[in-house]
């Protein structure tokens, strides 16, 4: 089995099966902030049901390593890929017909989307703990934390910068890992394509409305 | 046409290189990129100077041994073309041309632009050998192959080997060429015997070999002289993981 996670091709599946299973999270966690703006109450509601649920410890350690091990191999595979060419070329020009702008930059984009990932955690989970009680039930007021971070410009700046980086990011990663996983199809890799796109815009859009959003109401 | 010649010269291996620059007048437009290169070499030549060391072999773009980065391009600027392939007057009078050799770990330069492909013949031995039974040839339509197999092995079949799409990478990865040699077997009945074991082997020369990974930039098929489809990259990676579990499970 070590000969599969050594190999080029194992590690790629590795990698493309943990940038799709971080992009289902994605999802998930848009679909949840998407509450934000319409119901403090049902926001913070499915927080707390989220977070006293104690499966939530597994899911967590789950979501922990799918993000590191994607972070090792993609460490790993970049330091090869620089060791494969140790001479650069002196002059070097892309046909125009394959590298994007959006599969040139995925070092950097991922590397953004990483540190946004560790002040995001920082600010938010282990951020200040303010509580609110519904229906005699008292738990963590996320929302009004949303409310507070976002009510710094520097703050709402720094998130769109980090999501158009994550949108760079899963534009090139989402149909990449289709590849890497062996689907290529002349017909259904075009709507893969397409999907990508539209997963990276609607994901990085939507997280940055919310923090706009929140900056326009002008704090809590 | 005048030109302006920027070029990688490198006396061995070991030596260090750098870019030499030569003035080459009464360029005709009519001449391949590597007739251009064989009259700069008479010039040197009669200067007596060393003439650049080159590939070239077929000149008609079957053979895969010419090579170059012209412009920064693997095989110039011209798409679906060998740099034999390849006129000057795809180029202006007065232009200047930048030509290095390919450049990967897996392919050490031997000389100024010429440099040692034999890591795609390991590659291609680790595949093994294809089990042709003895006797007569069998009749033609004995072995019934769907059309589209037939033509997906044919166009993975029409890698000539020359490294364009290793050179083109940004990771210097070999996965196209590999890809094109395993599918072109896999996809036929006569592959089938080995078909795993040759998945395995191919996969583990290519890194043994020191090639970079893919990203999916698809460079290389933008680059490739016969428009081999990075469609064969995916149909790799599909091989090679149901290889590995099929290997596994064997007892």
Redesign the interface.
Known sequence: MASYFSSSIGRKHILAFTGLALCGFLVTHLAANLLIPFNPQAFNTYSYKLITNPLIYVAEVGLVGLFLVHVALAFWLNFENRAARPQRYVSKKNTGRGTTPSSATMVITGLVTLVFLVLHVMNIKFGAHYTVTYDGVEMRDLHRLVLEYFSSLPNVIWYVVAHVALALHTCHGFQSAFQSLGFNHPRYTACVKALGKLYAVAIAGGFAFIAIWAYGRGGV | MKLHL?I?RQKDTKASGK?VSYELNDVSPDMSFLEMLDVLNEQLVSKGEDPVAFDHDCREGICGMCSL?I???AHGPE?LTTTCQLHMRKFKDGDTI?I?PF????FPIVKDLAVDRSAFDRVVQAGGYVSVNTGNAEDANAIPIPKENADLAMDAAACIGCGACVA?C????A?LFVSAKLSQFALLPQGQPERERRALRM??Q??KE??????????????CPKGID??N?????????FA?VKA?SKP
């Open positions: 920027k990688w870019i980065m412009n920064g391009q798409a930048v290095e450049r990967a770990r897996a083109a940004p990771n210097a990865a996965m996969v583990d290519m890194d020191g090639f970079g990974n893919c990203t999916n930039h698809y460079e290389c098929m933008a680059s990075v469609e990259i995916a149909r790799m990676n599909r091989e090679y993981g590995f596994r």
